[in-house]
């Protein structure tokens, strides 16, 4: 009997010229992605091997666990920009937005200031995994009210849906755009996380992709989705992101 190996493809070639990876947590020390600056420097070169050279990182805003402004956002980016310059590394092109938590605190926040947008009025959002907000509709109805056109991170992984699949198309008549983590083709968090991935896919529910990096394993992770069969599933998402280049 013979047992056949997925052949991975180099991820250079995975990734389209000018891909944008939109979902990230590459500032230092603002969250639970990258520690500090050389940690954020070393995880932008890794993923530069991979082709991936424009980002827009997207830092939590959640509550009061990462309690961050935008002031806060900018001031680690020009941390990190400036690094990169010092370190002559110059084919990186990083800017930052956010991803901010759907709670009681993402309403006052919406209602006092300017949000992160990844481009345009396009806003990066999450929720509970566990449970959505009750006021869920209402939060996105005034969103969009203000002009916001939420994406929402990762849908795949909200376990309340995933017996209730049509609360996925109740999201998306709603306004939200979906953006897929790439990990999720993997069972990084777990299978029935990446058996309804493969169902959004299916029914061409998705509209963006993200790495959702926020350590090197996940990079190592990363590189094993590099597969011919992938590839043909979110080729057309992978060029959708094109969008978002600055």
């Known amino acids: 009997m013979h047992f056949f190996k997925k052949k991975i493809l180099p991820l ?31 995880l932008i070169q890794k993923m530069s091997s991979f082709g991936i050279t424009n980002f827009i990182t997207t830092p939590h805003i959640l509550g009061d666990l990462y309690p961050n ?16 310059l010092k370190r002559d590394i110059t084919n990186i092109s990083i800017h930052a937005a956010a991803e901010y938590m759907i709670d009681e605190k993402f309403t006052v926040i ?9 481009k345009d009025n396009l806003v990066l959002v999450e929720m509970s995994y566990y449970s959505p907000p009750i006021n869920l509709y209402e939060i996105l109805f005034q969103l969009q009210l203000k002009g916001y056109k939420p994406i ?8 309340s849906y995933h ?12 306004g939200c755009l979906f953006q897929l983590n790439l990990l999720s083709l993997t069972e990084q968090y777990g299978k029935h996380v990446q058996k309804v991935t493969k ?4 029914e061409n529910l998705y509209d963006f992709v993200g790495t959702d990096t926020h350590h090197e394993e996940h990079l190592q992770l990363l590189e094993t989705i590099a597969t011919d069969k992938n590839l043909k599933n979110i080729e057309q998402l992978l060029l959708n992101n094109k969008r978002f280049l600055k």
Request: glycine share 4%.
């Open 163 to 174: 017996k209730d699949f049509q609360s996925y198309y109740k999201l998306k008549n709603a």
């Open 12 to 42: 250079h070639n995975f990734f389209p010229e000018d891909f944008v990876d939109i979902h990230s947590h590459l500032l230092p020390g603002i969250d639970d992605g990258a520690k500090d600056l050389n940690d954020s420097i070393s």
């Open 110 to 118: 919406m209602e006092e200031e300017n949000l992160l947008t990844l």
């Open 152 to 159: 929402l991170a990762h849908p795949e992984r909200y376990f």
């Open 199 to 202: 169902r959004l896919l299916k």
């Open 69 to 84: 402004t935008p002031e806060i956002i900018n001031g680690k980016l020009k941390l990190v920009q400036d690094e990169l």
